[in-house]
């Protein structure tokens, strides 16, 4: 035990010193978080021509790289420093608008096929999808912290991303999973409003401390 703890406060210490050499770098380069938030967003745009031309894997892979950018923008931004009140709001506003266009794009290759239950399921799933961040807005704008339910957009995008990746003829499993996927996001999705409703309604009614 004696002989270990110096050599992980070591590489603790060099651990530390490697993030603020990063951060430091980060700090001096042009790199700023709104570029990478743009970035996401232009990959969502080729990921929805993509649906739209029916090449799914490829759809899949650019609506996942995009996310992660959609993940690392706000974390960038922290690291660095170079976070702005405008870059949070563009952030916010960006992911609401990748999610519906790549959803809008699954709509109408389902329209095209004639599958009217899956385009009215996709239909479903952007409106809950807005109403499960807009709950949370609202609650927030009330003092009350908001994160709880089932399908958070983490959660959202690995639905779609399993359902683009594996959609029929997307990959060498022939399976089929984009409109399940569908059905199961827009499911969720509503439940999980409902789940913020009623956790907005309870933390209001609670009794206040003491």
Not at 87 to 102: H, N, P, Q
Not at 109 to 119: C, I, R, T
Not at 125 to 149: H, N, Q
């Amino acid at each position: 035990m004696a002989t270990g703890s110096p050599r992980r406060e070591r590489m603790a210490t060099r651990s530390a010193e490697r993030r603020e050499v990063v951060r430091t770098r980060l700090i001096e380069s042009r790199l700023t978080p709104n570029a990478i938030s743009l970035t996401g967003f232009a990959l969502n745009l080729v990921a929805a021509g993509l649906v739209l031309e029916r090449y799914y894997f490829l759809a899949g892979i650019a609506f996942i790289v995009g996310s992660v950018c959609d993940t690392l923008d706000g974390r960038y931004s922290r690291m660095s420093g170079k976070g702005t009140p405008f870059g949070a709001f563009l952030d916010s506003t960006l992911d609401r608008i990748e999610e519906g266009i790549v959803l809008a794009a699954v709509c109408v290759v389902f329209a095209q096929d004639g599958k009217e239950w899956a385009a009215g399921a996709v239909v479903v799933a952007v409106l809950a999808s807005l109403m499960v961040s807009y709950t949370r807005a609202r609650a927030e704008a009330l003092g009350v912290e908001c994160k709880v339910g089932i399908a958070t957009r983490a959660v959202r995008v690995v639905i779609l991303a399993v359902g683009l990746v594996l959609a029929k003829g997307a990959s060498i499993v022939d399976v089929e999973l984009l409109e399940p996927a569908v059905y199961v996001l827009a499911a969720l999705s509503v439940i999980t409003v409902f789940q913020r409703i009623f956790h907005v309604r309870s933390a209001l009614n609670a009794p206040p401390a003491g």
